[in-house]
């Protein structure tokens, strides 16, 4: 943080101290926790409402979304969630099979529309203290940050993505390649 000019760091320790005090009040905890559910954990429920929020996700980038958990435990997440009818996965890219996307089944939805549900009304009792102008302010700056985040977020997805739909087109599927290889033996003949 030595890098940092004076400024920044002062700003740094308001908002660490603004993150004390919010949680203190009992705001800061996610309005994704513990949502309720009879059969479901918590963090399958998380899995359903992250789905529900970007239609499909690489299993890597849903572990991130449930905090960074371990591929095994996301495995064995989405096993469960997989024999309930709620989701389903399915190979991302012909050429490799570790690609993996995961998607809400119609039962799923259904289960994430009603978590949503409970999510929107946290997030309205956390809004409420605030006057109109105040909440449209916050709603202003939060959207500037996620914006400012967003672009480098974005850029580096897209990266990744391109990177990876060259490295499909670069690498011949394992048949076509043997059949390649033994007409180039042949002329080589």
Same mark, same amino acid.
């Given at each position: 943080?030595?890098?940092?000019?004076?400024?920044?760091?002062?700003?740094?320790?308001?908002?660490?101290?603004?993150?004390?005090?919010?949680?203190? @009040?009992? %705001?800061?905890?996610?309005?994704?926790? %513990?949502?309720?559910?009879?059969?479901?954990?918590?963090?399958?429920?998380? %899995?359903?409402?992250?789905?529900?929020?970007?239609?499909?996700?690489?299993?890597?980038?849903?572990?991130?979304?449930?905090?960074?958990?371990?591929?095994?435990?996301?495995?064995?997440?989405?096993?469960?969630?997989e024999? +309930?009818?709620?989701?389903?996965?399915?190979?991302?890219?012909?050429h490799?099979?570790?690609?993996?996307?995961?998607?809400?089944?119609?039962?799923?939805r259904?289960?994430?529309?009603? +978590?949503?549900?409970?999510?929107?009304?946290?997030?309205?009792?956390?809004?409420?203290?605030?006057?109109?102008?105040?909440?449209?302010?916050?709603?202003?700056?939060?959207?500037?940050?996620?914006?400012?985040?967003? @672009?480098?977020?974005?850029?580096?997805?897209? +990266?990744?993505?391109?990177?990876? !739909?060259?490295?499909?087109?670069?690498?011949?599927?394992?048949?076509?390649a043997?059949?390649?290889?033994?007409?180039?033996?042949?002329? %080589? !003949?």
């Amino acid at each position: 943080m030595s890098e940092l000019s004076a400024e920044v760091r002062v700003q740094v320790a308001r908002l660490r101290n603004l993150v004390i005090d919010v949680a203190r @009040c009992g %705001a800061l905890s996610s309005p994704l926790g %513990a949502l309720p559910h009879q059969e479901l954990d918590p963090m399958e429920v998380q %899995a359903i409402w992250w789905l529900k929020a970007e239609s499909l996700l690489p299993v890597n980038v849903l572990a991130d979304r449930l905090g960074g958990i371990a591929l095994p435990r996301l495995s064995r997440l989405l096993d469960r969630l997989e024999d +309930a009818k709620l989701v389903q996965r399915e190979r991302s890219v012909r050429h490799d099979r570790r690609r993996v996307r995961v998607r809400l089944t119609e039962q799923g939805r259904a289960l994430a529309e009603r +978590a949503d549900t409970v999510v929107q009304e946290r997030m309205a009792r956390l809004l409420m203290p605030l006057g109109g102008e105040q909440r449209s302010a916050l709603m202003d700056l939060l959207e500037g940050w996620v914006e400012a985040l967003g @672009c480098w977020n974005r850029a580096e997805e897209q +990266a990744a993505e391109e990177a990876d !739909a060259e490295s499909a087109r670069a690498t011949p599927h394992p048949r076509l390649a043997a059949v390649e290889d033994v007409g180039v033996t042949a002329n %080589a !003949a």
